[in-house]
Antibody
Framework: EVHLVESGGGLVQPGRSLRLSCTAS????????MSWVRQAPGKGLEWVGF??????????EYAASVKGRFTISRDDSKSIAYLQMNSLKTEDTAVYYC?????????????????WGQGTLVTVSS | DVVMTQSPLSLPVTLGQPASISCRSS???????????LNWFQQRPGQSPRRLIY???NRDSGVPDRFSGSGSGTDFTLKISRLEAEDVGVYYC?????????FGGGTKVEIK
């Protein structure tokens, strides 16, 4: 069974940094692109960023609102995706979810967002 | 960026009655491989999002068949044939055909 568990959230002051982790199980993590999505209190879903599988370069994509401040990385040996958040702003306050992004096999490409973690709350406040 | 516009914002529906949510994209969601990467999600109060529909009209495993997705190009619809109490929540469309990925603003479905 697929499981995604986010951790690392908490209260942080503006301008500081925080690193979130997404620990995966139940699938071959290295074969999948992974993504982060956030949800500010009482608001809708906002896509944050994406990391491709190593087979497709392990490259990343980011939303304009976080580009240059946030970095996604992965450790396939541990089945963990990371979200490094620097220069945090009050508007980054949100629940952060990780989700499976995409997958390729002999039959083609699969755009997923099929499994989500429970989320971890990040509060940026002085 | 592709803007995803959902309507209505709020949808009060009587139990047992149908519900329909519209999602329009600012540009075509047909990807270079010919597929259209449009997903629908349900988010019940206090829960993580759950994918219901992928590639416009494919229902996920375990999703009741009262949920259906349709559309093409820039115009998409999620329909619930007969609303049940467990369907209360916020529904989001999302496109995966263009970077950056974008979500619709959400439609809140509630019992009338």
């Amino acid at each position: 069974e697929v499981h995604l568990v986010e951790s690392g959230g908490g209260l942080v002051q503006p301008g500081r940094s925080l690193r979130l982790s997404c620990t995966a199980s139940g699938f071959t993590f290295g074969d999948y692109g992974m993504s982060w999505v956030r949800q500010a209190p009482g608001k809708g879903l906002e896509w944050v960023g994406f990391i491709r599988s190593k087979a497709y370069g392990g490259t990343t994509e980011y939303a304009a609102s976080v580009k240059g401040r946030f970095t996604i990385s992965r450790d396939d040996s541990k089945s963990i995706a990371y979200l490094q958040m620097n220069s945090l702003k009050t508007e980054d306050t949100a629940v952060y979810y990780c989700t499976r992004g995409d997958y390729y096999d002999s039959n083609g490409y699969y755009f997923l967002f099929d499994y989500w973690g429970q989320g971890t709350l990040v509060t940026v406040s002085s | 960026d592709v803007v995803m516009t959902q309507s209505p914002l709020s949808l009060p529906v009587t139990l047992g009655q149908p519900a329909s949510i519209s999602c329009r994209s600012s540009q075509s969601l047909v990807y270079r491989d010919g597929n259209t990467y449009l997903n629908w999600f349900q988010q019940r109060p206090g829960q993580s999002p759950r994918r219901l529909i992928y590639k416009v009209s494919n229902r996920d495993s375990g999703v009741p068949d009262r949920f259906s997705g349709s559309g093409s190009g820039t115009d998409f619809t999620l329909k619930i044939s007969r609303l049940e109490a467990e369907d209360v929540g916020v529904y989001y469309c999302m496109q995966g055909s263009h970077w950056p990925l974008t979500f619709g603003g959400g439609t809140k479905v509630e019992i009338k």
